[in-house]
């Protein structure tokens, strides 16, 4: 705001342009033009900034020109003279809560008179003014009496000022003005009770001015006292509107008098800011008017509140016995409002003790604001509590209610009313109080603060607040990070909260509260360590709380319920069987564990049971089941064989058995009902070795068995793989195409069949290869003499059995097994 006053504005410029004679400038800087005040509004009010310190004023101005069209210079000198003897009261009689407050005296030069007080934003004329000109309704007599009922609305004057009250602020400003007539009723009567004696402050406070023309009270009840007269400058009277009828028809006043005044503010407030007696500066107008008054009170007060309304009347009595006495206003239900009362304790706070004052910002202010008003929040709580806070002996009892309000407050108000002085109170020296308070709330700060701010600013003072030597500041600080963990990101998590939680636990082991702490936390930050972090930090830290608690022994079991329920964490049964459930089976039978508690432990432990069961069981199934596996003694076969043993041991690598053309199902079972078996020497015995065959491959199908003329590629060899040739004598290529394709029928059989069914065995040449194909009987027998002349160990002919080879001897056709039923 002070850089805004140097931007060399139009407005600002004016300010100063009118005080450039003045010695005040001297002392402050002078600002835009705000409001007016005084009799005649001849006050001209402009805001202003004590130059040493930026202390934020405003300066009443009164340029002396405006008493040039007086023309009689005496009366020149009269007007300036009340004005500076106004400013002489408000300073004698001090009263902050009540009476304006003036930072500096009067400052006289041959062109203005000027002083500066606390910052106002306008008087209460200048809102009336407003009020009115917006449509209001006027109640006034009729024409012939002076006064009439208009429903227009009425020009804006230039001195209107924009304003709407709320009724909390207007009970408020009521009461203040009452309480600040009580003040001054031993001593003066104020004699000019009217809206533009009243000032309202930048806090929303109404406080009571225009001293100008103040009476000494005196022992008798009755002071003799000047009547409102055309002969003297309006500026130098009081406001006819608003003289009480004894001081204009019998000149003399009281403090009843005053009290009249204030019943007419109380009903221009509550009619639309229109007095009930617009005199327009006539005394002949104002008899008139005051005729009809009880009409016009009458029309008027349904507007004043029902607990109002009977006191009101009282007050405009013309009868000055009747009038009521201020505490009598003062007591009536209408003002026994404790919010109300709340808010004026602000003013006299500093009037009362350190213990009253904790308990006042503690419990009844922090209790009575989600009543009041949030514009009364802003305008008046706040700036009183912003200066607070600052105070080391009350800063910690200040913060609860000032947390209440960023928590019930918008985004847009906390980040610009509110957080810059925060920031004072995070970055600041801390006592221990406030610290904890802080941090117990710093969740409601966090959810209004910029990301950047928590960065920068709220998140290291939970960081250091971890290093603090007091118990009860580490134990917040652990209980913080669980309330705002989503506002850290896991790298803080990892580098900066667990470790801070392992050296909190170390310094105090047997601290329930700190540990209790510490497990909420890891509860809610689990998910966001890494297995590592799991392994090294987390589970050791468990498994040393040595605490007997219920509450202790069910938060355990929760966390351990957690790791359980997700592989990530790494738990193996190893560390289950021998770490974990040592330490958690002597608590089943802890006295202190509730039902609930108990099935949570209980539920843990099954759950390790069942996964310790569960991974035993499987490895112990499959060391069965590789002991008993048939494999085993596969490779040993061929020393049991009777045939090949000359053979030596051979793996075909990466044999590939082409797709092959099948005949169909009812083909297979024609061909073998014609004729017999090829491994059958009988047809009794075709049968047999089809079912043999069918039991030893049951899940084969039938026309499986019926194969055309396969394809077996063989890769070349290679010396990585299992029981390979070397290199160069791998197999080639070979494609059956020699045999005559009418009758082929192949059996696929594997080694054990044939031994069973020829009376010899074959060796096991590959795992991956379960039995051998042959295109044809003649090429199998010349291939098979071939080989055996040769000797050769290596050809892929020489794997078929001998067996073979001597069943078919026997048969006197071997053409038969291809001709079908010929």
Same mark, same amino acid.
């Given at each position: 705001m =002070?850089?805004k006053?140097?931007s060399?504005?139009?407005?600002?410029s004016?300010?100063a342009q009118?005080l450039?004679t003045?010695?005040?400038?001297?002392? =402050?800087?002078?600002?835009?033009?705000?409001?007016?005040?005084g009799p005649?509004?001849?006050?001209?009010?402009?805001?202003g900034f004590?130059?040493?310190d930026?202390?934020?004023?405003s300066?009443?101005?009164?340029?002396?020109?405006?008493?040039?069209?007086?023309h009689?210079?005496? /009366?020149?000198?009269t007007?300036t003279?009340?004005?500076?003897?106004s400013v002489?009261?408000?300073?004698?009689?001090r009263?902050?809560?009540?009476i304006?407050?003036?930072?500096?005296s009067?400052?006289?030069?041959n062109?203005?008179?000027?002083?500066?007080?606390?910052p106002?934003?306008?008087?209460?004329?200048?809102i009336?003014?407003?009020?009115a000109?917006i449509?209001?309704?006027?109640?006034?007599?009729?024409?012939?009496?002076?006064?009439?009922?208009?429903?227009?609305?009425?020009?804006?004057p230039?001195?209107?000022k924009?304003?709407?009250?709320?009724d909390?602020?207007?009970?408020?400003?009521?009461?203040?003005?009452?309480?600040a007539l $009580?003040?001054?009723?031993p001593?003066?009567?104020?004699?000019?009770?009217?809206?533009?004696?009243?000032?309202?402050?930048?806090?929303?406070?109404?406080?009571l001015s225009?001293?100008e023309f103040?009476v000494?009270?005196?022992?008798?009840?009755r002071?003799?006292?000047t009547?409102?007269t055309?002969?003297?400058?309006k500026?130098?009277q009081p406001?006819? $509107?608003?003289?009480?009828?004894?001081?204009?028809?019998?000149?003399?006043?009281?403090?009843h008098?005053?009290?009249?005044?204030?019943g007419?503010?109380i009903?221009?407030?509550?009619?639309?800011?229109?007095?009930?007696?617009?005199?327009?500066?006539?005394?002949?107008?104002y008899?008139k008017?005051l005729d009809v008054?009880?009409n016009?009170?009458?029309?008027?007060?349904?507007?004043?509140?029902?607990?109002?309304?009977?006191?009101?009347?009282?007050?405009?009595s013309?009868?000055v016995?009747?009038?009521?006495?201020?505490?009598?206003?003062?007591?009536?239900?209408?003002?026994c409002d404790?919010f109300?009362?709340?808010?004026?304790?602000l003013?006299i706070?500093?009037?009362?003790?350190?213990?009253?004052?904790?308990?006042f910002?503690?419990?009844?202010?922090?209790e009575?604001l989600?009543?009041?008003?949030?514009?009364?929040?802003?305008?008046?709580?706040?700036?009183?509590?912003?200066?607070?806070m600052?105070?080391?002996?009350?800063?910690?009892?200040v913060?609860?209610?000032?947390?209440?309000?960023?928590q019930e407050s918008?985004?847009?108000?906390?980040?610009?009313?509110?957080?810059p002085?925060?920031?004072?109170? =995070?970055?600041?020296?801390?006592h221990?109080?406030?610290?904890?308070i802080?941090?117990?709330?710093?969740?409601?700060?966090?959810e209004?603060t910029?990301?950047?701010?928590?960065?920068?600013e @709220?998140?290291?003072?939970l960081?250091?607040?971890?290093?603090f030597s007091?118990?009860?500041?580490?134990?917040?600080?652990?209980l913080?990070?669980t309330?705002v963990s989503?506002?850290?990101?896991d790298?803080?998590i990892?580098?900066?909260v667990?470790?801070?939680?392992?050296?909190?636990?170390?310094?105090?082991?047997?601290?329930?509260k700190?540990?209790?702490?510490?497990?909420?936390c890891?509860?809610?930050?689990?998910h966001?360590?890494?297995k590592?972090?799991?392994i090294?930090?987390?589970?050791?830290?468990?498994?040393? @709380?040595?605490?007997?608690?219920?509450?202790?022994?069910?938060?355990?079991?929760?966390?351990?319920?957690?790791?359980?329920?997700?592989?990530?964490y790494?738990l193996?049964?190893?560390m289950?069987?021998t770490?974990?459930?040592?330490?958690?089976?002597?608590?089943?039978?802890?006295?202190?564990?509730?039902?609930?508690q108990f099935?949570?432990?209980?539920?843990v432990?099954?759950?390790m049971?069942?996964?310790?069961?569960?991974?035993q069981?499987?490895?112990?199934?499959l060391?069965?089941?590789?002991?008993?596996?048939?494999d085993?003694?596969?490779?040993l076969?061929?020393?049991?064989?009777?045939d090949?043993?000359?053979?030596q041991?051979?793996?075909?690598?990466?044999?590939?058995i082409?797709?092959?053309?099948t005949?169909?199902?009812?083909?297979?079972?024609r061909?073998n009902s014609?004729?017999?078996?090829?491994f059958?020497?009988?047809p009794?015995?075709?049968?047999?070795? =089809?079912?043999?065959?069918v039991?030893?491959?049951?899940n084969?199908?039938?026309?499986?068995n019926?194969?055309?003329t396969?394809?077996?590629?063989?890769?070349?060899?290679?010396?990585?793989?299992?029981?390979s040739?070397p290199?160069?004598?791998?197999?080639?290529i070979?494609r059956?195409?020699? @045999?005559?394709? /009418?009758?082929s029928t192949?059996?696929?059989?594997?080694?054990?069949l044939?031994?069973?069914?020829?009376?010899?065995?074959?060796?096991?040449?590959?795992?991956s290869v379960?039995?051998?194909l042959?295109?044809?009987?003649?090429?199998?027998?010349?291939?098979?003499?071939?080989t055996?002349?040769q000797?050769?160990?290596?050809?892929?002919?020489q794997?078929l059995?001998?067996?073979v080879?001597?069943q078919?001897?026997?048969?006197?056709?071997?053409y038969?097994?291809?001709s079908?039923?010929k």
């Amino acid at each position: 705001m =002070f850089s805004k006053l140097k931007s060399g504005t139009s407005s600002a410029s004016q300010g100063a342009q009118v005080l450039s004679t003045n010695n005040i400038l001297n002392l =402050f800087e002078v600002g835009k033009y705000v409001c007016s005040a005084g009799p005649e509004l001849i006050w001209k009010v402009y805001e202003g900034f004590r130059k040493p310190d930026g202390k934020e004023v405003s300066i009443f101005v009164f340029e002396k020109k405006l008493a040039d069209k007086l023309h009689k210079p005496r /009366r020149k000198e009269t007007v300036t003279e009340i004005l500076k003897k106004s400013v002489h009261y408000l300073e004698m009689l001090r009263q902050p809560k009540l009476i304006l407050k003036v930072v500096h005296s009067v400052e006289d030069c041959n062109e203005t008179l000027a002083f500066a007080a606390e910052p106002v934003i306008a008087s209460l004329a200048n809102i009336l003014a407003y009020q009115a000109s917006i449509g209001g309704r006027a109640v006034n007599g009729p024409p012939s009496t002076g006064a009439s009922i208009t429903a227009t609305a009425m020009p804006r004057p230039a001195h209107a000022k924009e304003y709407n009250f709320l009724d909390f602020e207007i009970k408020y400003g009521i009461r203040q003005i009452a309480e600040a007539l $009580d003040f001054l009723s031993p001593q003066v009567h104020h004699h000019n009770v009217c809206p533009s004696s009243i000032l309202v402050t930048k806090t929303g406070t109404w406080k009571l001015s225009g001293l100008e023309f103040i009476v000494q009270t005196e022992a008798r009840e009755r002071i003799t006292c000047t009547p409102w007269t055309s002969r003297l400058p309006k500026m130098a009277q009081p406001d006819l $509107d608003y003289i009480a009828p004894e001081v204009q028809l019998s000149s003399y006043c009281s403090s009843h008098s005053d009290m009249f005044s204030l019943g007419m503010v109380i009903f221009a407030i509550f009619n639309n800011g229109r007095p009930l007696i617009q005199a327009n500066h006539s005394s002949s107008t104002y008899m008139k008017q005051l005729d009809v008054l009880e009409n016009q009170i009458h029309n008027v007060l349904p507007k004043l509140p029902a607990q109002l309304q009977e006191m009101a009347t009282k007050m405009l009595s013309k009868d000055v016995d009747a009038r009521p006495f201020v505490k009598n206003l003062l007591h009536t239900p209408y003002f026994c409002d404790r919010f109300v009362e709340t808010i004026q304790t602000l003013d006299i706070i500093n009037m009362k003790d350190l213990t009253q004052k904790c308990q006042f910002y503690k419990i009844t202010l922090k209790e009575s604001l989600p009543f009041i008003p949030k514009k009364i929040w802003y305008q008046r709580v706040w700036p009183f509590l912003q200066h607070e806070m600052m105070k080391s002996d009350v800063s910690a009892a200040v913060l609860h209610p000032v947390i209440f309000l960023i928590q019930e407050s918008s985004l847009e108000d906390y980040e610009t009313l509110m957080l810059p002085a925060m920031s004072k109170i =995070f970055n600041g020296p801390k006592h221990v109080p406030v610290q904890v308070i802080l941090l117990e709330n710093l969740h409601v700060i966090l959810e209004k603060t910029p990301r950047d701010d928590i960065r920068k600013e @709220v998140l290291p003072l939970l960081y250091t607040a971890f290093d603090f030597s007091d118990i009860e500041v580490q134990s917040t600080a652990v209980l913080a990070v669980t309330n705002v963990s989503q506002y850290m990101d896991d790298t803080a998590i990892r580098r900066m909260v667990l470790p801070k939680l392992k050296m909190v636990y170390e310094t105090n082991p047997n601290d329930l509260k700190i540990i209790l702490n510490i497990l909420a936390c890891l509860e809610i930050i689990l998910h966001r360590l890494e297995k590592q972090q799991i392994i090294e930090d987390v589970l050791p830290l468990l498994w040393i @709380v040595n605490q007997t608690d219920p509450e202790v022994i069910a938060r355990i079991a929760v966390i351990y319920s957690m790791i359980l329920r997700d592989k990530k964490y790494g738990l193996s049964v190893n560390m289950i069987a021998t770490k974990i459930m040592p330490t958690l089976i002597p608590h089943t039978m802890n006295p202190g564990l509730n039902l609930e508690q108990f099935q949570t432990l209980i539920e843990v432990l099954q759950d390790m049971l069942e996964q310790i069961d569960r991974n035993q069981r499987n490895k112990l199934k499959l060391d069965t089941i590789s002991m008993q596996s048939p494999d085993r003694h596969r490779p040993l076969r061929h020393l049991y064989s009777s045939d090949n043993m000359h053979a030596q041991n051979f793996n075909i690598p990466n044999l590939k058995i082409e797709q092959r053309k099948t005949s169909s199902a009812e083909d297979m079972v024609r061909k073998n009902s014609a004729g017999s078996w090829w491994f059958g020497g009988s047809p009794s015995g075709s049968d047999s070795n =089809f079912l043999r065959v069918v039991s030893s491959f049951p899940n084969r199908r039938l026309s499986d068995n019926m194969l055309n003329t396969p394809k077996i590629r063989v890769a070349p060899s290679c010396a990585s793989s299992p029981g390979s040739t070397p290199v160069g004598t791998g197999l080639p290529i070979r494609r059956h195409s020699n @045999v005559e394709r /009418r009758g082929s029928t192949i059996n696929l059989s594997p080694p054990s069949l044939a031994r069973s069914m020829i009376g010899g065995s074959m060796p096991n040449t590959s795992s991956s290869v379960p039995y051998l194909l042959s295109s044809s009987m003649n090429s199998i027998r010349s291939r098979r003499q071939s080989t055996c002349s040769q000797n050769s160990s290596t050809g892929i002919l020489q794997q078929l059995g001998s067996g073979v080879v001597k069943q078919l001897s026997t048969l006197q056709n071997p053409y038969q097994l291809f001709s079908g039923n010929k």
